[in-house]
């Protein structure tokens, strides 16, 4: 009678290697599709939060009123809108830094559109509302004019602008400071890897 033939060791771990193989391989697969939709997403928000840390950077130049900084900010890199409100000229900008240095904000939603490298970001700031300060400072400068008309004395263009800044400074000490606050939406737009506010709005100049 023929003897039974058995599988040897050797033979009956064939198949468990290839199963073993198959489940390594699907396991491998599963990861790197984890990976690669993990970069994705991690880039997606690393994007995504870029426009908010430059207008954050933006807004600590307007609190110092650092201007060479605010104009490396804006995509039209143009701050000519700041020559009408006078906060260009010398004489007033120890008054505007003062100001400014109070000025406090927080950064909220933020709309993102990564296809075409554009977003908008909404910032809450509070800052002092200057009408009573330029309401004294007015009241007090044409006082002095008239004094000085009076006495004979005529002030130079530049004289005059002095006194006014140096009231301007009195005041901002004296009066109480009243803060208001408002929100404002930026447009920023992504050029050359680096985001960058659209322009100087009207809200911001305020």
Do not use: C
Not at 49 to 59: G, H, I, R
Not at 122 to 150: C, M, R
């Amino acid at each position: 009678m023929r003897e039974p033939q058995l599988n040897t060791p050797d033979e009956q771990s064939v198949p468990r290697k290839k199963k073993k193989k198959g489940k390594i391989g699907r396991v491998l697969i599963l990861l790197a599709l984890i990976l690669v939709i993990g970069a994705g997403v991690g880039y997606y928000f690393y994007e995504r939060s870029q426009p908010a840390k430059e207008l954050e950077t933006y807004l600590t130049a307007i609190q110092s009123l650092d201007l060479n900084a605010m104009q490396s900010h804006l995509q039209s890199a143009d701050l000519s809108a700041l020559d009408n409100a006078d906060i260009t000229s010398d004489a007033y900008s120890s008054f505007f830094k003062k100001i400014n240095e109070k000025m406090t904000y927080k950064i909220g939603k933020t709309n993102f559109h990564i296809q075409n490298g554009t977003a908008s970001v909404t910032v809450h700031i509070n800052y002092i509302d200057g009408a009573d300060i330029y309401k004294e400072t007015i009241s007090e400068f044409l006082k002095q004019i008239v004094s000085t008309a009076f006495s004979g004395t005529t002030l130079t263009e530049e004289e005059t602008q002095q006194k006014l800044a140096s009231l301007l400074e009195e005041k901002s000490g004296s009066v109480e400071d009243k803060f208001t606050s408002i929100d404002i939406t930026y447009p920023l737009i992504e050029a050359d890897g680096k985001w960058k506010i659209v322009s100087l709005d009207a809200d911001t100049v305020k």
